[in-house]
């Protein structure tokens, strides 16, 4: 079992979806582990609700996103349901629809995401893991898009995703085969950003977590905006908000704190002001 600590503050979808605050870290664990946390719309529901008290919740900081049981990050859409909500391209329209709104939470959220990974990571669990800014993997893990197995599509998010990461002739070759590929070869093409030892997994992922904490958050606004936005279409990208950031974060004071303590030889407390 992953090491996450035992204090779930909230829970939702029938309990598929777990919220907790640990440290000034958020936590979401997808909670599924006889179906693999296979994903079900009450599920993308239940993640929605977590996203956005963690989002408002002032004390976090940065969140983690990870599997319960120690076989599944996310092993994709709950396949039990496509038959009545997946089963032609209306149905699908519906489908994503519903499920739009906590894409574009994940897609849009402030704070740091960091996906904590271990065992399977399959289809729209690669999708959640993807939308992360980080991604933690243990040695055990496995990773695919197995969509032309099915006979379905992978959304644009999605693909974008994958086709930044691991650039477009890696992402062919997962997506014509379909294959599963393990934690060093996700490493190796850039889907993961660190394998660990699967004991090791909670502790790494928290240690990163922490760090984040205790830096400015103004100034992993300012980089998250930024690398948001350098990823975008020239076309299509927010120059005035890097430019409103970046402003902000040299009138904060907490760039006066960093200076201060920095002269002072101490640890700075960032207040994110
Ligand atoms: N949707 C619905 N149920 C799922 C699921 C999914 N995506 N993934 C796993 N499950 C269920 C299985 O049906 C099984 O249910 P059962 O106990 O009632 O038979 C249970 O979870 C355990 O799965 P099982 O296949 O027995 O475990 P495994 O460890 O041998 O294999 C997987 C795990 C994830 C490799 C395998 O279940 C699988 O390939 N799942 C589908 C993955 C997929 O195609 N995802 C993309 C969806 S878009």
């Keep these: 079992m992953l090491d996450v600590p035992n204090t779930t503050e909230k ?15 958020g936590v ?29 919740d002032g004390e976090v900081r940065v969140v983690i996103l990870t599997g319960a049981g120690d076989k599944a990050f996310v092993s994709g859409a709950d396949i039990s349901q496509f038959e009545k909500t997946r089963h032609n391209a209306q149905a699908s329209e519906e489908y994503s629809r519903r499920s739009a709104a906590q894409r574009a939470l ?21 999708q959640v893991a993807m939308a992360a800014d980080i991604r933690i993997a243990s040695e055990n893990s496995q ?50 950003d660190r394998v660990v030892p699967d004991a090791e997994l909670w502790d790494a992922t928290m240690e990163i977590a922490r760090t984040i904490s205790n830096n ?35 009138d904060s004071e907490d760039f006066r704190e960093g200076r201060r303590a920095f002269m002072e030889k101490r640890k700075p407390q960032f207040r994110g002001h």
């Design 11 to 25: 829970s939702f979808a029938d309990g598929k979806i777990l919220k907790s605050v640990t440290e000034g870290v």
């Design 28 to 56: 979401i664990t997808f909670n599924n582990p006889d179906k693999r946390n296979a994903m079900s719309l009450d599920m993308w529901e239940g993640l929605g609700h977590a996203l956005i008290e963690l989002r408002d």
């Design 106 to 126: 994940l897609a849009d959220f402030p704070k740091p995401i960091i996906a904590c990974i271990r065992g399977f990571c399959l289809g729209g669990g690669m």
């Design 143 to 192: 990773f695919g898009i197995p969509a032309a197995k099915l006979g379905i599509a992978y959304g644009y998010d999605g693909l974008k995703h994958l086709v930044s990461l691991v650039g477009p002739s890696q992402a062919r070759l997962l997506m014509y085969t379909g294959m599963r590929i393990p934690s060093a070869e996700a490493r190796r093409i850039g889907l993961v």
């Design 216 to 250: 400015a958050p103004l100034a992993i606004k300012a980089a998250k905006i930024t690398i948001a936005q350098v990823l975008k279409d020239r076309t299509d990208r927010d120059m005035d908000a890097i430019k409103q950031i970046g402003l902000a974060c040299m």
